[in-house]
């Protein structure tokens, strides 16, 4: 199956499709030309062939253009002739997230999630994938914004179905709910003969592939707090966790130390004190997050004041070990020319690797169950 991906950056919901052998990203669309960057040079090293239909780093809202619009369907209909044809993308974020602006659907990114639904609508692929925040489905106000979005796709020929998904559910070293809105044109489904229930697709397989249920991974005696004890102090790992869902667990399978960008990481502003002091675990506050080895991340986000300290040195976190804390394999790396905010905001806005392979595959099962 084919995949236009909206809202790329470095392309990690794109790999998790693309690790599954079953999906070929054709389009790739990212405003940020150093986050596409990102994306070319990861995918060069991993030996993923350039999209067919080439990079277009530029804004979305182009496409409102007739002449742009038509140049997209000419495309998209290309590609249905060989086979299913999807749109993927998670609009930007900040708008409808309670640690971001939260300024709803007037806010500069928050208008683009009512943009990437007009072009979906417009462009009719056979299926879309629409990933944001838990805020735009858990916030009132902006959860009347959600429905009306919903709507505009019924009413544009979609059967719809939706899941707020925690990505520790993927085994994702990392507590990060997300809301991901799925579509299915009405003729694909009759077609497949998709069970439906006034406009929303029936026994989607959300969980087949998930490896933990949230009352397992809750029920586990994770650590809290430990005293800090320095680079040079052993902490075995303790009984009644999930190794799989420790940063411990992922450093050590990326091998983070030895990773070609483990030496990139901010240098501490105003002395060592509180990376010295801080207790191990110590991540309640809204900035200086101190990582728990033998635990999940808290995110993998960065901005809005939001620091991860490295768990037992006195720095903060590098790109490596977020890269590991995103789930994404050993092999995914950054140029080397990246600006550190670049890295770090481009790793924060991706979704986690595990996540999207996850969904990917669920999705291949239920359009392919013919």
């Known amino acids: ?54 990079h277009h780093v530029e804004d979305i809202t182009l496409l409102l253009n007739e002449e742009h619009m038509n140049q997209l369907i000419e495309q998209i209909e290309e590609s249905k002739q060989e086979t299913l044809t999807g749109i993927i993308g998670g609009p930007p974020c900040p708008d409808f997230s309670v640690a971001g602006k939260n300024r709803g659907r007037d806010g500069d990114n928050g208008m683009l999630s009512g943009i990437y639904t007009r072009i979906i609508c417009q462009a009719q692929p056979d299926f879309f994938l629409f990933e944001n ?20 796709f019924i009413n544009n020929g979609y059967f719809l179905t939706e899941q707020l998904i925690n990505t520790l559910e993927f085994g994702v070293p990392q507590e990060r709910e997300r809301i991901i809105l799925i579509g299915i044109r009405y003729d694909i489904a009759e077609q497949r003969n998709l069970l439906v229930n006034n406009n929303f697709l029936v026994d989607f397989p959300w969980d087949r592939y998930k490896r933990y249920s949230k009352d397992e991974i809750y029920a586990c005696q994770w650590p809290i707090h ?22 411990n667990y992922w450093w050590n399978r990326n091998d983070v130390e030895n990773h070609p960008n483990s030496h ?20 309640k506050k809204k900035c200086y997050k ?25 720095r903060r976190i590098s790109v ?25 905001k481009t790793i924060g806005n991706g979704v986690p690797f595990l996540a999207a392979n996850g969904i990917a595959r669920s999705l291949f099962d239920y359009l392919n169950i013919n």
Request: charged share 25%; proline share 7%; hydrophobic share 35%.
């Open 1 to 54: 199956m084919n995949i236009f991906s909206f809202f790329s950056g470095a392309g990690f919901l794109d790999l998790g499709f693309e690790a599954t052998g079953n999906y070929e990203v054709v389009y790739v669309n990212e405003f940020h030309k150093s986050f596409n960057d990102v994306y070319k040079h990861a995918r060069e090293r991993m030996g993923i062939a350039n999209p067919r239909f080439g």
């Open 133 to 152: 925040v838990k805020g735009l489905y858990r916030t009132a106000r902006h959860r009347e914004f959600f429905e009306e979005l919903k709507q505009q």
């Open 226 to 247: 430990t005293p800090y004890l320095g680079p040079n102090v052993d902490y075995p790992q303790p009984e009644g966790i999930i190794e799989e869902l420790t940063i």
């Open 264 to 283: 990139m990481y901010f240098q501490p502003r105003a002395g060592l004190h509180r990376f010295q002091t801080k207790d191990e675990g110590d991540d």
């Open 290 to 314: 101190r990582l728990h080895r033998w635990r999940y991340s808290p995110t993998a986000a960065y901005g809005n004041n939001e620091v991860h300290i490295h768990p037992y040195l006195p």
């Open 320 to 344: 490596s070990e977020s890269l590991a804390i995103q789930s994404l394999p050993r092999e995914f790396e950054l140029p080397q020319n990246i600006t550190l905010s670049d890295a770090f």
